[in-house]
């Protein structure tokens, strides 16, 4: 039975990872999520998509703007470490986070391996001992090693994008803006005669994951249709090929 980390900055990440920690569950493993940014309203979201990709979560409750790599912002990451004892981190990819222009994602990712690095060593050991450090992967990254399979689980993993109101009626808004009712109604046909952001936010994230996936997937030669791109930290350890 492996235990799945996810280390997410603002929680559409338990989403985007959502593949690889519903099918550790299936396959009799436990699955946990820690979300630094995230709205009253958005964890409720976030709560009812970790329900259908069962993993639980948990939430920093740091703020907008405000990250940074300091002891009192470490010590709840590293404490939460210990206490999970993952075999399998999953966190933000350390080369996209760096032109990446969401806020506190550069931030973010100096704390998060500082805290991993500090789990496993003689560092404020009161409340919980220090645990080894797993094998880490870094989710949607900019030049991927590795694929999950993840057409098996694919309905659950939309059906839990369905449940993030919030970044839906986000990205209705932003691609209506960013690339007008005309080329959005190349790409779903029916966007016109959707009435609202959250609809349409719904309509173009599941087409664009459909491409994105496949891309992953199929699209590449792979053995898999959908799948979720990882980059593993290190080197691969094999007893054989």
């Known amino acids: 039975m492996k235990k799945f980390l996810l280390i997410g900055v603002y929680g559409m990440e338990v989403v985007e990872c959502g593949g690889a920690l519903l099918k550790n569950v299936l396959n009799g493993g436990k699955s946990f999520a820690t979300i630094m940014l995230a709205s009253d309203e958005t964890k409720e979201q976030l709560l009812e998509a970790s329900k259908i990709l069962k993993t639980d979560i948990n939430f920093l409750n740091s703020k907008t703007g405000e990250i940074n790599p300091t002891v009192e912002q470490k010590l709840p990451l590293i404490q939460y470490i210990r206490k999970i004892k993952p075999d399998i981190i999953i966190t933000q990819d350390t080369e996209h986070c760096i032109s990446d222009l969401d806020p506190d994602r550069r931030m973010a990712m100096t704390l998060i391996l500082e805290s991993i690095a500090l789990s496993s060593r003689n560092f404020m050991i009161d409340e919980y001992p220090p645990c080894p450090i797993g094998e880490i992967y870094y989710m949607t990254?900019?030049?991927?090693?590795?694929?999950?399979?993840?057409?098996?689980?694919?309905?659950?993993?939309?059906?839990?994008?369905?449940?993030?109101?919030?970044?839906?009626?986000?990205?209705?808004?932003?691609?209506?803006?960013?690339?007008?009712?005309?080329?959005?109604?190349?790409?779903?046909?029916?966007?016109?005669?959707?009435?609202?952001?959250?609809?349409?936010?719904?309509?173009?994230?599941?087409?664009?994951?459909?491409?994105?996936?496949?891309?992953n997937g199929s699209l590449q030669h792979g053995h898999f249709a959908f799948s979720e791109a990882y980059r593993k930290e290190g080197i691969f350890h094999l007893d054989s090929l």
């Open 141 to 215: 990254p900019n030049n991927p090693n590795c694929i999950v399979n993840i057409s098996d689980v694919w309905d659950e993993k939309q059906n839990a994008l369905d449940c993030l109101k919030s970044q839906l009626e986000f990205s209705g808004q932003h691609y209506q803006n960013y690339y007008g009712d005309k080329i959005m109604q190349n790409i779903i046909p029916e966007w016109n005669s959707l009435n609202s952001n959250y609809e349409k936010g719904k309509k173009a994230m599941r087409a664009f994951n459909y491409a994105y996936y496949l891309n």
